[in-house]
Every structure is written in structure tokens, then in C-alpha cells.
């Protein structure tokens, strides 16, 4: 079965900084898709950023960009210039072939003006 | 277009009562999935839905059940309450499993419910 680890509950980060997020899965399968998702107060889950998992090169969305590194079955999430807004619940999740999602533990980031 | 749309947003229900969330899914999509959010513990997956078949469940006890209807609008019901089934209750609908995979999941804003 497939899971999906974020070992860090909670972090925080001075506003214009740079910080990242850790997320481990667990897979047999070769063919997957990984997402960053972030929550806010308000509930709305949003999409971050995705990463196909046949594709070497990170994915990158303007500010946040991602380390996946395939082998080690690590993705993490780097946010630049972390802005206020960025403040939120961050879930990582993996999808297989089958369309089943799984998702992290989350962390809460915490930005520090 | 109208994104993924839940309700109630609060219910409030006493112990060994049921409770029943509704989910309306994008235009277009045919899978629907239920997660449990509660306090410190992430995303709980509960159920998946497609095409109107239940395609998986998650590790949760048989009194958490749903259906989905031809509309692909879905139900989520909770027989006999428990104070620990308190949680926000999330659902998320994504594009055809079999035409289009590996599409991301669009989230509702949740139904926030309390067991008294």
C-alpha cells in the first residue's frame, strides 16, 4: 500500500525567506503523480504544484518549486520569498495509476513578518 | 464554473444519531472521494467513488457508507455517531478515471461536523 509521510508538523519561516517542506511516500509502482496542496484557514484546499513522476526535471510555480528525487521516494516543497499569505497547512499526496489519492499528515507553516 | 460544492457547512448531531454530507462534484467529473480531517491527524481517505461504483474505502468501520448517484453527486452517511467522528469532512472530485488519470483533485470547502 502506498503512504505518505510528512515528518514535520509544523514549521516557520521569516518572511522573504526561503523554506522547505519534506514529504516521503512509499510505492512499488513506477508511474505516479505527486501533488502539494495547501490549506488554508479558510478550508479551501488549493492545488500548489505537481510533479509527474516519468519526468526528471522539478516542477517549478513561480515561487514554489519542488526536489523530487525518485529514487529516494522524496519530494519536497521549497517556498521562496515566503510572503504572509503563504500560511497555511501544506498536505502532500500521491496518486497512482488507479486514480486513488493519498495524502500526508501535513505541516502548518507559519510565516514570521 | 461552479467548483466542488458541499453541504451543510456545520452540522451539529448528538451521539448515535446519523448524519448525512452532500458532495456536488465539477461539471464533468465522475470521481468523487470523502476524506475525514480530524484534529492533528491530516487526511483520512474514507471513500472513493466512480461512475457510480464504490472503487475503494478506506480503513473506517461500516457505519461510514455513501452511495453516488447518476448525477455523480454523492452521500456520505454516518450511522450510530461517536464524539470521535467529530471532524471536517472533505470531498474532492477529479476527471474521468479511465479516459483521463492523473488529474488533480478539486476540493469543497468541507462540512465541519460535531458530535455532542
Known amino acids: 500500500a502506498q503512504t505518505v509521510t510528512q515528518s514535520q508538523p509544523e514549521m516557520s519561516v521569516q518572511e522573504a525567506e526561503t523554506v522547505t517542506l519534506s514529504c516521503t511516500y512509499d510505492?512499488?509502482?513506477?508511474?505516479?503523480?505527486l501533488f502539494w496542496y495547501k490549506q488554508p484557514p479558510s478550508r479551501q484546499m488549493i492545488l500548489v504544484i505537481r510533479?509527474?513522476?516519468?519526468?526528471?526535471q522539478n516542477a517549478t510555480e513561480n515561487r514554489f518549486s519542488v526536489n523530487f528525487q525518485k529514487a529516494a521516494k522524496s519530494f519536497s516543497l521549497k517556498i521562496s520569498d515566503s510572503q504572509l499569505g503563504d500560511a497555511a497547512m501544506y498536505f502532500c499526496a500521491y496518486q497512482n495509476t488507479g486514480n486513488q489519492f493519498y495524502f500526508g499528515t501535513g505541516t502548518s507553516l507559519t510565516v514570521i513578518p | 464554473e461552479a467548483g466542488v460544492t458541499q453541504s451543510p457547512t456545520h452540522l451539529i448531531k448528538t451521539r448515535g444519531q446519523q448524519a448525512t454530507l452532500r458532495c456536488s462534484p465539477i461539471s464533468g467529473h465522475t470521481s468523487v472521494y470523502w476524506y475525514q480531517q480530524a484534529l492533528g491527524l491530516g487526511l483520512q481517505f474514507l471513500l472513493w467513488?466512480?461512475?457510480?461504483?464504490?472503487?475503494n474505502r478506506g480503513n473506517f468501520p461500516p457505519r461510514f457508507s455513501g452511495r453516488q448517484f447518476p448525477n455523480y453527486s454523492s452521500e456520505l452517511n454516518v450511522n450510530a455517531l461517536e464524539l470521535e467522528d467529530s471532524a471536517l469532512y472533505l470531498c474532492?472530485?477529479?476527471?474521468?478515471?479511465?479516459?483521463?488519470?492523473?488529474?488533480?483533485?478539486?476540493f469543497g470547502q468541507g462540512t465541519r461536523l460535531t458530535v455532542v
Open positions: 510533479q509527474e513522476a516519468y519526468k526528471q
Open positions: 467513488y466512480d461512475e457510480g461504483e464504490e472503487r
Open positions: 510505492t512499488s509502482e513506477s508511474d505516479y503523480y
Open positions: 474532492a472530485s477529479s476527471s474521468d478515471t479511465y479516459r483521463v488519470w492523473n488529474t488533480e483533485a478539486f
